[in-house]
T-cell receptor, first 115, second 112 residues
Framework: DSGVTQTPKHLITATGQRVTLRCSPRSGDLSVYWYQQSLDQGLQFLIQ???????AKGNILERFSAQQFPDLHSELNLSSLELGDSALYFCASSVDPLQDTGELFFGEGSRLTVL | GNSVTQMEGPVTLSEEAFLTINCTYTATGYPSLFWYVQYPGEGLQLLLKATKADDKGSNKGFEATYRKETTSFHLEKGSVQVSDSAVYFC???????????FGGGTRLMVKP
């Protein structure tokens, strides 16, 4: 058990819809990262938050947004969903700075299926 | 920018075979290098790491040596088990950086 909790574990929805994925980081970790894992593109970094503020942005589509709340949990919002958004979405947390340990603690992921 | 290249999978081996998964990187300065493993149905977890040239990281029978001259960090295990079946990711953090850059992952399948 990594200590990172993600909900829901599975989600099936239709094209054009909007979903919200939730993540609770490991106790004490201020940094939260979101990754997308699909079969053909491997692990793609989406966005990082540190203590409520956006710190780094990767290959995140404009249809996607995220935030980190004062209690440090984070939400990833995916809107106007397309078939190609079907993937496993991971949340990870870490101590800061990450370079001290290099260790990201991953949740079990939220599997999104868009039909 | 930083990048990590891994051999494409899947790699299929029989139990007790020797494993090598190749990883090479591009980075400025002196990055820290990592191997993460993803077991079926789970998130990634850190397997081993090395923070400077010639360091050897090891864990659970797996080893990798940081080779700056060849910019490589190949993962090895002398005798794989069925339970080692997973996807393995090579990764790096650039010098003074705060972001992990992952390779594409290599799926390992070990048959009894």
């Amino acid at each position: 058990d990594s200590g990172v909790t993600q909900t829901p574990k599975h989600l099936i929805t239709a094209t054009g819809q909007r979903v919200t994925l939730r993540c609770s980081p490991r106790s004490g970790d201020l940094s939260v990262y979101w990754y997308q894992q699909s079969l053909d593109q491997g692990l793609q970094f989406l966005i990082q938050y540190y203590n409520g503020e956006e710190r780094a942005k990767g290959n995140i589509l404009e249809r996607f947004s995220a935030q980190q709340f004062p209690d440090l949990h984070s939400e990833l919002n995916l809107s106007s969903l397309e078939l190609g958004d079907s993937a496993l979405y991971f949340c990870a947390s870490s101590v800061d700075p990450l370079q001290d340990t290099g260790e990201l603690f991953f949740g079990e992921g939220s599997r999104l299926t868009v039909l | 920018g930083n990048s990590v290249t891994q051999m494409e999978g899947p790699v299929t081996l029989s139990e007790e075979a020797f494993l090598t998964i190749n990883c090479t990187y591009t980075a400025t300065g002196y990055p820290s290098l990592f191997w993460y493993v993803q077991y079926p149905g789970e998130g990634l977890q850190l397997l081993l790491k090395a923070t400077k040239a010639d360091d050897k990281g090891s864990n659970k029978g797996f080893e990798a040596t940081y080779r700056k001259e060849t910019t490589s960090f190949h993962l090895e295990k002398g005798s794989v088990q069925v339970s080692d079946s997973a996807v393995y990711f090579c990764a790096l953090i650039g010098y003074a950086g705060n972001m992990l850059t992952f390779g594409g992952g290599t799926r390992l399948m070990v048959k009894p």
